[in-house]
């Protein structure tokens, strides 16, 4: 119940200790040690040591070290899943997935870091060369300061830790405040492994303070942030000269194509928009309909959504629980009475008791209004009537996010054209936005991000090029 302060492999008592209440039960469901910047900073001096150590380890040790703990992970799901749901309040089922999806983040990093490669370099391919011995090798690039969210509090996780110490970096970690237990009890797994690198992993919690100590540090050689636009920007012009990784905030959207098998299209859709209460970067939020199935959609919208089982966390068939905080019900109150006023309607949902918001599908949403402008981060989701293919491009770009957008379409010319037209770091086709493999690239442009996750091309973000020239 009790997550520890980690400076390396070291466990350090604070006195002062922050309790974490479940946002379901209201219940004290873990506690953490108040951090402060000077925690922060013992951390980094602890891992610019353990770099040392740790970009000399072999690549044997740290592939054997993420295979085991992906397997004593795999052991204990049962309790990392109702960890997960007691700090968050995801619903048990999809804490279990959360689970297996981490295991296999973390084995995906382990065979990355085998096929870790470079190459040889044709010196002599120009007249002003000669000939060499030339060729490139990728080493480990330095202290790894990872700043990680809420919503994914384990795979979110390990989609950072996981190939930095892979890649043989060492890494000082931050949290969220949300779920605190579940991030200690992730890291004791590395810690206490057989294969572990001495120091590579420590754990720091808090927030502003401790993460302004991170970043504006000298040590680390990269920062990587999962979370908001706004902090994203703060980061960005206080870190100076370092790798940054950012995944920020989304808009995503979908056309519903008139050839679309559109009760298809609406299921998934249902689904899309309110996983984990709509608190998914990637979480369907606009959904643009060909007029000529607006309504069959809208009707289908409706049903799908009335179907989801909405309470308590832990039982087996709950689909949706309870925002992450009383503030979040309440911001997603006021959108729902924003669109109202702007002329949307409500056809599902639109009612919330306490945390718990139920799944919100407003019609009759126009371009204008704020509910399709800004990231919502709730279970609401907005239709849009369009025209035609041109119609919905144009206005699914028409947004300062691109993080991921789909189409549903049987079209398959609409399909060649929406790869090449949607601005986007990912496309899905005939599926919902809110679709990731652990194993692509991950990642945004516009204001979405930086840089991709995704093992083998977080690994390009953990490591520098190193050429090499025998003459």
């Keep these: 119940m009790e997550a520890k302060l980690l400076i390396g492999s070291k466990e350090i008592e604070k006195k002062e200790m922050i309790k974490r209440v479940s946002p379901f039960s209201g219940e004290v469901v873990s506690l953490y040690p108040k951090c402060s910047a000077e925690d922060a900073k013992e951390a980094l001096i602890c891992a ?18 993420l295979r085991d703990v992906a397997k004593r992970l795999r052991e204990k799901k049962e309790e990392f899943a109702k960890t997960i749901t007691d700090e968050i309040a995801k619903p048990i089922q999809f804490s279990r997935v959360e689970v297996d999806r981490c295991a296999e983040t973390i084995e995906l990093a382990a065979d990355a870091v085998l096929h870790m490669k470079g190459e040889t370099i044709n010196t002599d391919a120009t007249l002003s060369g000669k000939k060499t011995l030339s060729f490139y090798k990728r080493v480990p690039a330095g202290v790894v300061a990872a700043i990680t969210p809420f919503n994914f509090p384990l795979n979110l996780v390990a989609h950072k830790i996981a190939p930095a110490l892979g890649a043989g970096c060492s890494v000082v970690l931050k949290p969220t405040p949300e779920a605190p237990l579940t991030a200690y009890k992730f890291a004791k797994l590395f810690i206490e492994s057989e294969f572990a690198i001495e120091d590579a992993l420590s754990v720091v919690y808090g927030d502003a303070e401790v993460g302004s100590a991170l970043v504006t540090s000298d ?3 990269v920062v990587s942030f999962t979370g908001s636009v706004q902090v994203g920007e703060i980061i960005t012009k206080s870190a100076g000269i370092k790798k940054i990784g950012l995944e920020l905030g989304g808009n995503a959207a979908t056309f519903i194509e008139k050839s679309a098998d559109i009760e298809y299209a609406a ?10 209460s709509g608190q998914v970067c990637i979480s369907l939020q606009r959904i643009y309909v060909d007029e000529a199935v607006y309504e069959e959609f ?3 919208m409706a ?21 992450i905080n009383e503030e979040a019900a309440k911001r997603a ?10 002329g949307a309607k409500v056809v599902a949902g639109g009612k919330s008791e306490g945390k718990l918001f139920y799944p919100t599908v407003m019609a009759d949403v126009t371009e204008e209004m704020k509910i399709v402008c800004e990231e919502v981060f709730a279970p609401i989701v907005s239709l849009v009537k369009v025209k035609n293919y041109d119609d919905a491009i144009k206005r699914i770009n028409n947004s300062p996010y691109g993080l991921q957008f789909s189409i549903f379409t049987n079209n398959l010319k609409l399909v060649q054209r929406f790869i090449e037209d949607a601005e986007a770091g990912g496309v ?5 936005p809110t679709l990731r493999f652990d194993i692509q690239p991950y990642g945004g442009v516009k204001l979405s991000g930086i840089g991709r996750e995704g093992p083998e091309f977080a690994l390009e973000e953990y490591t520098e090029i190193k050429s090499v020239v025998i003459v």
């Design 267 to 276: 299921k998934r859709c249902a689904f899309g928009a309110f996983v984990n």
């Design 303 to 323: 049903k799908e959504t009335g179907k989801l089982k909405v309470g308590s966390p832990y039982e087996e068939d709950t689909f949706m629980g309870p925002l």
């Design 219 to 221: 040590i680390p050689r």
């Design 428 to 432: 899905v086709v005939n599926d919902i």
């Design 298 to 300: 809208a009707a289908l």
């Design 48 to 65: 610019k040591r353990a770099f040392e150590r740790t970009k000399k380890s072999n690549i044997s040790q740290r592939v054997a070290w």
């Design 333 to 342: 109150l006021n959108w729902v009475e924003s669109a109202k006023q702007e």
